[in-house]
């Protein structure tokens, strides 16, 4: 069991390793700081930013070195010093001179160097947005006038026509929208968007609800390049200056980091004579038959962007060879991403240990995902799946069942009131009929039968409910507002059968084997690694 743990401890901590943020102030203190080495694999130390890196990764990122026990924290350093034999196994096997893993560690370098050198360089020093520019923007954003709308997409006029039919003879809105409407992202919500301003609204719906009455249905289809719309308004508010406060000052500040990286971007143009060539995008747009990919987009000094190379590199989901000033816009910002990541290495940003630490730790993450496809292959047989299957039937299971019974609302300080009515004995299920902007569970009192935990609205939920059990909780805040809700029942998942869990065993069977190949590496490289169990037993000192 033990054994099992660390080695779901090691994979957790690949998965979400390179995740994280790793970020360090400006004076770029080495990671570890003063606490030093905890354990030494080869030549792979294991600092202390890597164990809190790993107990975050493992426990939850709430948690940190001190608040664990010693053993969880020998967990952590296992799945740390598993992580690093799989890297001494496949440098012994010449696995990582893989072309595909140096490729991904070359791309990574260059992105991490010109996030490097913009944190740094050209977003550092910036002043506090000032008093007089957050007023400015604060009219500019309509002084805190917003909307909260519904529409219901179709794709024609007279199918628009004849919904807006519907609705004048009573029929309810959040059930058309249910049925009608081609809008993925509120359909299920009858069609409820957030609180917007108006200039977040698309220009036709805007001119069509911004005069509209609260429950007032809007006369005439809305024509937008998604399709036609038949539209409500459901509330209004006005926030005040302090209410927008924190949205205020993220934007001024946005816009100030986009002025100094333009005045960047023109020094670059200027230091590498940056040199941009019409005729090949022409070319491109004219479909001219004697196309090279040769042909240059992009020169500057010692270097140039040529027409194959934009085509491999750039990343859209639609042709760009028609529309010439899209196509320089993209290839642009490629040229001055390139340029970007050589000024950073020439600066010297190869040495700061956020760069050599995300690039490590991707190294970690890619050889140990290849040293996994080296060790499970060949697949196994359909029989053999099915076998271990049944040996070990009782842990397939679907989640574990959740029922709540939940209100969501907007304000962080109605979840609150409407807690603590409930707390005093109110009814959960009509306050839920009232407030909750869940258009889906209104009409069952807010009842949540089976929460999902892997559905983004009912994630938080679902963890916060099998961490704490039954019972009132707190307000949570959740995607869409703040989230008061009871869980009414825990129970087991359904057993599954072979058909579902078919490629979760074979992932436990290669688990298994990742398990054994870890254990004995473990064993062969064991002279070559250390622990300073002084160092950890100090660490945990303050955990149970």
Known sequence: MRSFLLLRSCFALLLCITSCANSRDADDTPPGGSAGFIAQVGDYPIEMADLEQAVAAIFGKEMTPSSRSHDDLRIAVEALIAARVLVLEAERRGLDRDPGLVSTLDSLQ????????????????LPAPSDGAIAD???????GNQVRGAHILVRTREKADAVIAELREGADFVDLAREHSLHAASNSHGGVMG?????????????????LGVGEVGKDPVHTTMGWHAVKVIARRKLTPGDQRAALVNECQRRQRQVAEDRFIDGLRTSYAVVYHPETAVAVASLHDTLSGKRLLFSWRDGQLDLAAFLQRVQ??????????????????????QLAAIEAKGRGYMNFSEVNKRLRDKRFQLISELMFEVETAPPLSLDEVRQFFQEHREA???????GVREILVDESALADSL???????????ELARVHTVRTDLARTGGLWEDVQPADPRSAKIYKAGLKQGPGL???????????????LHISPGRLLEFDESEASARTSIAGSRMEALIEGLRTSFADRISIDETALRALASGGS
Do not use: C, N
């Open 195 to 211: 609180y917007l301003r108006r200039s977040q609204y698309p220009p036709a719906i805007a001119d069509a609800i911004w005069d």
């Open 110 to 125: 260059a992105v991490l160097l010109r996030e490097a050198i913009y944190e740094h360089h050209v977003y550092r020093d």
């Open 396 to 402: 397939f299971r679907s989640h574990t069942v959740i």
């Open 137 to 143: 923007l604060y009219e500019e954003w309509g002084r």
């Open 316 to 337: 859209v989901p639609d042709p760009v060879s028609e529309d010439t000033a899209r196509m320089r816009i993209l290839a642009e910002g490629l040229v001055f991403d």
């Open 419 to 429: 807690h603590r009515l409930i707390a005093a004995g109110q009814s959960m299920e």
């Open 473 to 487: 909780h707190p307000p949570l805040k959740v995607p869409g507002g703040y989230s008061v809700f009871e869980v």
